[in-house]
């Protein structure tokens, strides 16, 4: 099954966001919904690669639709980045397991890198 197309991946993180059903995996579980995949973990998700997206709430390399997130050694975090989605502007993801979809307008001075596999 082909992995949801990156124009298409805001509108699908907005409609999990809307039903606010929790998600028992976290955000690796809300981004595999996201793009159609089987689960995954947040770091594998992020791939071996991921380039620098940005920090202090700027993030000039982003386009609609990206996985951003961070690596960490136990668990990492990933998000879906919406732009300028009308109401809303920045990035919706789950904050922990068992938690609903949010819209976040950033992650402060956490530095974001951006998926190099999605």
Same mark, same amino acid.
């Not at 124009?7 to 793009?35: I, M, N, T, Y």
């Not at 050694?73 to 732009?83: F, K, L, Q, R, T």
């Given at each position: 099954?082909?992995?949801?197309?990156?124009?298409?991946?805001?509108?699908?993180?907005?409609?999990?966001?809307?039903?606010?059903?929790?998600?028992?995996?976290?955000?690796?579980?809300? #981004?595999?919904?996201?793009? *159609?995949? =089987?689960?995954?973990? +947040?770091?594998?998700?992020?791939?071996?690669?991921?380039?620098? $997206?940005?920090?202090?709430?700027?993030?000039?390399?982003?386009?609609?639709?990206?996985?951003?997130?961070?690596?960490?050694?136990?668990?990492?975090? #990933?998000?879906?980045?919406? *732009?300028? =989605?009308?109401?809303? +502007?920045?990035?919706?993801?789950?904050?922990?397991?068992?938690? $609903?979809?949010?819209?976040?307008?950033?992650?402060?001075?956490?530095?974001?890198?951006?998926?190099?596999?999605?």
């Amino acid at each position: 099954m082909p992995v949801t197309p990156r124009e298409d991946r805001v509108e699908k993180a907005q409609q999990l966001v809307k039903e606010g059903r929790v998600h028992p995996q976290g955000c690796s579980e809300l #981004v595999c919904e996201v793009l *159609g995949i =089987a689960w995954q973990d +947040a770091n594998s998700l992020l791939g071996d690669d991921p380039t620098d $997206a940005g920090t202090n709430n700027h993030y000039p390399t982003l386009t609609p639709g990206d996985i951003v997130g961070w690596k960490a050694a136990a668990h990492g975090h #990933v998000a879906v980045y919406i *732009g300028d =989605a009308g109401d809303h +502007a920045g990035f919706i993801d789950v904050r922990g397991e068992g938690e $609903a979809p949010r819209h976040l307008t950033g992650y402060g001075a956490t530095a974001l890198k951006k998926s190099s596999i999605y």
